[in-house]
């Protein structure tokens, strides 16, 4: 059997995707069972993506793929491996089939691990719009067009991404369960540059006509022009407002902190700290995949559902998340955040909601005597993994605050800043919103204003 | 594999492309771990199909397909056409191509042990004994291991008559002890951070890496940490051990040197440079003794940026990029090099995998080693810290200024080195930092280091890149940034 899709084509139906992805798991589960294979667990996902990419003020890249991979995991006598490949001819299903056995065969047993779950029950979400599907390169090239004829009219240089996806998934096991996933994914992200001077714009959304690529092109062209002749600051610390991409960029380096595995591995920074006030009183933090604002499929890669999970509650961290696996070690139940079998790092919440405030960006600056604007930080690295000290740059638009305006346009910093410290110094939040950067994948929170954000250097431009 | 691609070519044409290439990739990847002496991954992954560049119309389309039929890869070439045409509709000017001769060729990287052909258990054994190591000292709260082993075959055709087969084996292998005690967590890696060392060779680097010789060592190092003396503030003399500056090349040279990132086609995602197309041949980019190439020729050594020929067709070549403290070279391609006043690339576009189109990457940017002994570099040194194995490490977007923290330091004193230091860190900017070099060590300490996790692109793509380093010696660092003022 293969999959017959022809590549590029428009979507299909959503049960027609699903009939076509299960027929492979079921032919993966049939061979499994013909050679005796005592437990088996089938994951199936393919993508259509394509991506225009521009720069200088024209299509410079321009790309398309479609793939589909399946992933194959037996469990036989407390063993456990996995064997992927992207060919679906039952040859190469057998062969994948074979290859977990070997490797699973090859290493000591292993008591901790649990039989596969049988058939669970699923909230459903609707996250696949046919338009976004549809989009075509024409498409995509006019709007790119359109944002480009704006950088040259403004005397600007323009460089960006217009990207859309569909892709399906589902997984079943040899227990019965079954569980079916689709979305679509658009992406514009345009850097306009006036000089030596740039600033950035960029949003995702399930919905293409969510996305407005030429306001995201004045939005940027019109903070690139006022991010030219940069003043350099002294390093030091500074009131800062994030926008919501900055925010993302560095919360999102906790969320591998809240896996009930990594306090278990003592390598989280909430280690001795769960029920203790760590953060600001207005910092509340849910994994909620079912927000109005989020991506990703309702079950984990294990097939547990998904819950929605309190992490934090007014600064006080109140929960963690589970797979099964640490559920157990921990006598919990698994929250359904469990990541694809075997692996080490147990599971995660990959779709935080921070809550927000109602204050705007313009109340935010309004209310500043002396900080720094700051559109977006960059190369975010871990300094230290207890206090959570990040450091990174600005980068994109940096602008000097004084007596509640923008004044003019600073040189980028380097930063060297505890998110715990960060997080106990927020004096505003905005409306949270579905925030896209580039350190971290999309979540939902607010524009923020800080007191005492620390840069530590700045470059030279 | 042939007949396809050239089924893509001819497609390809017939649609109205004046230039194709095409590449037909099958990878193979096994992945072993363990943590806490229970296997965490174990896992296999293979991946097979067909990506297709065309120039139509003046501009750039590129697909790809797993479909490996004729009627799957011609649809496939027909859409890369396509694309193409929808390019033109935002071009500025044509695409132009330096000119490159056809090859037919095949070549495969030299390995003495297939890590595919060896029994697993013996591999799982290696990595659960090393394991067990590091657990046996009180104190270590954590310890991982992890192998990585891949076999790539690629076949190149080009409607230029290019017809080249190549097969890389990579291998990569490391051990980490954590330990969480009061209010920190210290690590140990070896035989370097972040998945230890990988290089294009088989299974003969596990081996030759004694996983069962460091691992008490670094356990006892991470526990160590806890009571050591925090790093300094101050602006002073720093040594770099070979694997550090292994990744200081590669943000601060490697990255820098790229003409794409220079032209400005990564601005929006990895960034530009500050080594602007003025500055070839006039920058002092550092001190005298500073020399530094791009060498993809297997004669440099089996790192990660080693192979016959490029994605694009072109043989491996080595480029001066600094001599003796010049800057003298980039890394381009078959589009860029007229730019830069090339009759020809110099062979640096490289895919992730058949579904990704070649971008500018580094090759293997290697620090050529120089003259010191490590002894007598440590010996010569009066007031200093040796800084070993990257824990973190940063860089602004055009490159100027960086900040990398290390596992471990050590302070060294009248010639001798002296007590530990934990937290260490230094940053600088790149010129700056490169022209105070004042002594790199010779060959015997020289190694070639892999990163096997260099992201650029968009869509993101990995590569592993090889960095050539021997411990160096950098004077009036600054020193203890990234824990000022916490």
Redesign the interface.
């Known amino acids: 059997m293969?999959v017959t899709r022809?590549?590029?084509a428009a979507a299909m139906s959503k049960a027609g995707a699903t009939r076509e992805l299960r027929s492979i798991i079921d032919t993966v589960l049939r061979l499994a069972r013909s050679i005796g294979v005592a437990e088996t667990e089938v994951h199936v996902d393919e993508t259509i993506?394509?991506?225009?990419?521009?720069?200088?003020?024209?299509?410079?890249?321009?790309?398309?793929?479609?793939?589909?991979?399946v992933?194959v995991r037996t469990q036989v006598n407390l063993r456990?491996?996995?064997?992927?490949?992207?060919?679906t001819d039952e040859d190469s299903l057998r062969a994948a089939i074979e290859?977990s056995l070997?490797?699973?065969d090859?290493?000591?047993k292993?008591p901790?691990l649990l039989p596969l779950p049988g058939k669970q029950r699923y909230r459903g979400v609707q996250r696949f719009v046919n338009k976004t599907a549809a989009l075509?390169?024409?498409d995509?090239?006019?709007a790119?067009?359109r944002a480009?004829d704006l950088a040259v009219k403004k005397g600007q240089?323009a460089?960006?991404?217009f990207?859309s996806a569909q892709t399906q998934s589902a997984m079943g096991n040899s227990r019965g369960l079954f569980a079916a996933y689709r979305d679509t994914h658009a992406v514009f992200?345009?850097?306009m540059?006036e000089g030596s001077a740039?600033s950035?714009a960029k949003e995702n959304a399930a919905d293409v006509a969510d996305i407005d690529p030429q306001r995201l092109a004045e939005r940027a062209s019109e903070k690139a022009h006022r991010a030219t002749d940069a003043r350099e600051l002294a390093p030091g610390?500074y009131t800062v407002i994030l926008e919501p991409a900055a925010v993302l960029d560095l919360v999102g380096f906790l969320f591998y902190d809240f896996a009930a595995t990594a306090l278990q591995?003592?390598?989280s920074c909430l280690?001795e700290r769960m029920g203790k006030q760590v953060f600001g009183k207005n910092i509340s933090i849910v994994d909620d995949v079912y927000h109005a604002l989020q991506l990703g499929a309702p079950y984990d890669g294990e097939g547990m559902p998904r819950q929605r999970v309190l992490l934090v509650d007014r600064g006080v961290p109140k929960n963690l998340v589970y797979s099964r696996g640490s559920a157990k070690a921990a006598k919990k139940k698994p929250t359904g955040h469990g990541f694809m079998l075997?692996?080490?790092y147990g599971e995660a919440p990959m779709n935080l909601v921070f809550s927000g405030g109602k204050a705007s960006l313009e109340e935010m600056i309004a209310s500043t005597e002396r900080g720094l604007l700051v559109t977006r930080l960059?190369?975010?690295?871990?300094?230290?993994?207890?206090?959570k000290?990040m450091?990174?740059?600005t980068?994109?638009g940096l602008f000097l605050v004084e007596k509640g305006r923008v004044t003019s346009a600073a040189r980028?910093f380097?930063f060297?800043q505890?998110i715990l410290e960060m997080l106990r110094n927020v004096e505003m939040l905005g409306p949270a919103v579905r925030a896209t950067g580039?350190e971290a994948f999309e979540m939902v929170v607010p524009a923020m204003k800080i007191r005492d954000f620390?840069f530590?250097?700045?470059?030279?431009? | 594999m042939y007949d396809l691609a050239t089924a893509a070519l001819d497609t390809a044409k017939i649609r109205g492309a004046s230039y194709a290439d095409v590449r037909v990739m099958h990878l193979r990847q096994r992945d072993l771990?363990?943590?806490?002496g229970?296997?965490?991954?174990?896992?296999?992954?293979?991946?097979?199909?067909i990506g297709i560049r065309v120039l139509a119309n003046g501009?750039?389309?590129?697909?790809?397909?797993?479909?490996l039929t004729r009627e799957?890869v011609a649809?496939?070439a027909a859409?890369?056409v396509?694309?193409?045409k929808?390019?033109a509709?935002?071009?500025?000017?044509d695409v132009v191509m330096a000119p490159e001769n056809a090859y037919v060729d095949s070549w495969q990287s030299p390995f003495r042990k297939d890590p595919f052909e060896l029994?697993?258990?013996t591999q799982?054994a290696l990595l659960?004994a090393a394991d067990a190591e590091m657990r046996r000292v009180k104190g270590v709260?954590?310890t991982?291991t992890d192998m990585q082993f891949r076999k790539i075959d690629s076949w190149f055709a080009s409607s230029i008559g290019s017809r080249i087969h190549q097969r890389k084996m990579i291998t990569g292998c490391g051990i980490v002890a954590?330990s969480?005690q009061g209010?920190?967590?210290q690590k140990r890696s070896y035989p370097n951070s972040f998945g230890g060392q990988h290089a294009l060779q088989g299974y003969e680097l596990v081996e030759s890496l004694d996983l069962l010789k460091h691992a008490p060592r670094i356990a006892e190092e991470a526990v160590a940490l806890h009571a050591a003396a925090q790093c300094p503030q101050k602006t002073g003399t720093l040594i770099l051990g070979g694997s550090q500056l292994g990744l200081q090349i590669h943000e601060s040279v490697g990255h820098p040197i790229e003409l794409d990132r220079v032209?400005?086609?990564?601005?929006?995602?990895a960034?530009t440079s500050?080594l602007t197309l003025d500055q070839l041949n006039k920058l002092r980019y550092a001190s005298d003794i500073v020399n530094v190439v791009a060498d993809a020729r297997p004669e440099h050594g089996q790192g990660l940026g080693t192979f016959a020929y490029d994605d694009e067709g072109v043989p491996a070549q080595c480029t001066d990029v600094i001599k003796a403290g010049q800057f003298r070279g980039y890394l381009s391609n078959r589009e860029t090099a007229h730019l830069i006043g090339l009759q020809r690339s110099s062979g640096t576009m490289r895919t992730e995998s058949w579904?990704?189109?070649p971008i500018i990457r580094m090759t293997n940017v290697s620090l050529l080693p120089g003259t010191w002994t490590f002894d007598d570099l440590v010996a010569d040194t009066d007031d200093g810290i040796l800084m070993e194995t990257n824990?973190?490490?940063?860089?602004?977007?055009?490159r100027?200024?960086f900040?990398f923290?290390t596992e471990i330091g050590w302070e060294i004193k009248g010639g001798k080195r002296g007590r530990m230091l934990k937290?260490p860190?230094y940053?600088g900017?790149t010129t700056e930092f490169w022209n105070s070099c004042d002594a790199i060590c010779k060959r015997e300490h020289w190694t070639l280091w892999g990163t096997p996790n260099c992201g650029k692109g968009?869509?993101m793509q990995t590569m592993g890149t090889g960095h050539g380093a021997s411990p160096s010696r950098f004077r009036n660092v600054?020193i203890g940034?990234?824990?000022?003022?916490?």
């Open positions: 293969t022809k590549p590029g993506s394509a991506l225009t990419r521009f720069a200088n003020n024209a299509i410079h890249q321009n790309v398309a793929e479609h793939t589909v991979n992933s456990t491996a996995r064997a992927t490949t992207n060919r290859a070997s490797l699973a090859s290493q000591p292993n901790h075509t390169p024409e995509r090239a006019r790119v067009r480009c240089t460089a960006g991404i990207s992200s345009i850097t540059q740039a950035w610390r591995d003592k390598r280690n075997p692996n080490e960059w190369y975010i690295r871990e300094v230290d993994p207890y206090e000290i450091t990174g740059m980068r994109d980028n380097r060297n505890s580039e620390h530590s250097e700045v470059t030279k431009f | 771990t363990t943590k806490n229970q296997v965490g991954t174990l896992a296999q992954s293979e991946s097979i199909g501009a750039w389309g590129f697909a790809s397909t797993d479909r799957g649809a496939c859409q890369a396509s694309i193409a929808a390019s509709l935002a071009k500025r000017e029994p697993l258990e799982l659960l709260t954590l991982e954590t969480f209010d920190e967590i032209l400005g086609q990564e601005a929006n995602f960034g500050f579904n990704r189109l824990r973190s490490w940063s860089i602004d977007d055009r100027y200024q900040q923290s937290n860190s940053s900017i968009q869509p600054r940034t990234a824990f000022s003022e916490q």
